[in-house]
């Protein structure tokens, strides 16, 4: 299997070498050239997921060095539960959030360590490694769990100071061993511009091997196709009928794995995006211009984004009109987070986070039946916004238990590349 830049189709590389780029060179982002035929009805059969992973993602990675230790890879980033649990009115809801950070980000973040570590090990770089990411809030954590604890390689993660919630924080600063965390004094665009200094830094790159572990990493999106696959295909087998996924959407990674494993041939119905009062894709959706427009801040802040990172692999899929056609966009404002938070537990017997309830405010829009809402996190992270609205504690999961017990470390830094400097030598 070759990947392919969105900008070029000539610009082509196997998987190991899109993963370890990143982006491509000209700019773009890899694709997939071309699309495997799957056998779907042999797949439904599998009940593993670890088993189920290896299956689906082993034509993706052919061809590729790491080819061999795929089995091994899945097994270690699938070995959390993944439910779908049955709510009532033909709605399921797929909790992606019991791996260690307690969101959907530590599926991506989990297999592309192990396979950046299977890299590292066959490719010694002869230089320190490190894996550098700026965060507002729920990727910083999920790749700092992901690579914790591994050899020769260790994570340096920006985020700004005192702009994100305290739990967020606890698991960006309580690792310690090779994870290192700075409180940037300024905001997130500073902590971006500072990992982009650092890259373009020859002197840096001459003696440190940097490793790109951010959302748009083929590495990340190829993963998520494995719980829309699997839960479309259990979904299909119990109710005969093919789910409709509705995904709480920022950059967009998350739903359009769910679009590539619909393209697979898996019994997905439909793709709905539901979005926060940043509207870009909304927008885009209705007028066919994309047009950038700048982030609002939302109680769903992990969705707080004005120029999704993956629209350019929408574009590149979808003219306007299939866009329109194979998915329904949705903005749903701050009222109407909190209303749904307010009301899940008497509605639906369920406490949401606020990303999760945007998508549960569509599903109460929605009139066909069967949908399947993906809940992202888990509202145990966000307790500041969810407890005054349900009126009680809400219990926390015993990974994200684990991380808030331990003490926080962490250095100041002006975003200043001069001073960043000595912490990355
Ligand atoms: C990152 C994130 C999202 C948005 O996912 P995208 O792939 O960026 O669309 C939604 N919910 C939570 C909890 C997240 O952390």
Known sequence: MKYISTRDSSNQCDFTQAMVQGLANDGGLFVPQTWPK???????EINDYAQ??????????????????????CRT????????????????????????????????????????????????SGKKNTVLVATSGDTGGAVAAAFYGMPNLDVKILFPAGRISPRQEKQLTAWGGNVFAFAVQGTFDDCQKLVKETLLDADLKRQVNFISANSINIGRILPQMVYYAFASSAYFKKHGAAPG???????????????????????ISQVVLATNA????????????????????????????????NMERYLNLFSHTEFTQKLQVFSVDDQKIKDCIRNGESKWGQVWCPHTAVAVYVREQLKSPHWIVVATAHPAKFESIVEPLIGHAVPVPQSLEQILKKPSQSQMLQPDLAQFRKYLL
């Open 245 to 267: 996924f509705i995904i709480p959407s920022g950059n967009l990674g998350n739903s359009l794995a769910a679009v590539w494993a619909q393209k697979l041939g898996f019994p």
């Open 38 to 44: 799957i056998d779907i009805k042999a797949m439904s």
């Open 52 to 73: 189920f992973a290896q299956n689906l993602l082993q034509p993706f990675l052919a061809e590729s060095e790491l080819a061999l230790d795929l089995e091994k890879i």
């Open 278 to 309: 940043n509207s870009t894709v909304l927008h885009y959706a209705q007028s066919g211009r994309y047009v950038a427009q700048s982030t609002v801040a939302t109680l769903a802040n992990a969705m707080d984004v004005g120029n999704p990172s």
């Open 77 to 124: 980033a699938f070995d959390f539960k993944i439910p779908l649990v049955e709510l009532r009115e033909q709605t399921a809801v797929l909790e992606l959030f019991h791996g260690p950070t307690a969101a959907f980000k530590d599926v991506g973040a989990r297999f592309l360590a192990g396979c950046m570590q299977d890299y590292l090990m066959k490719n010694p």
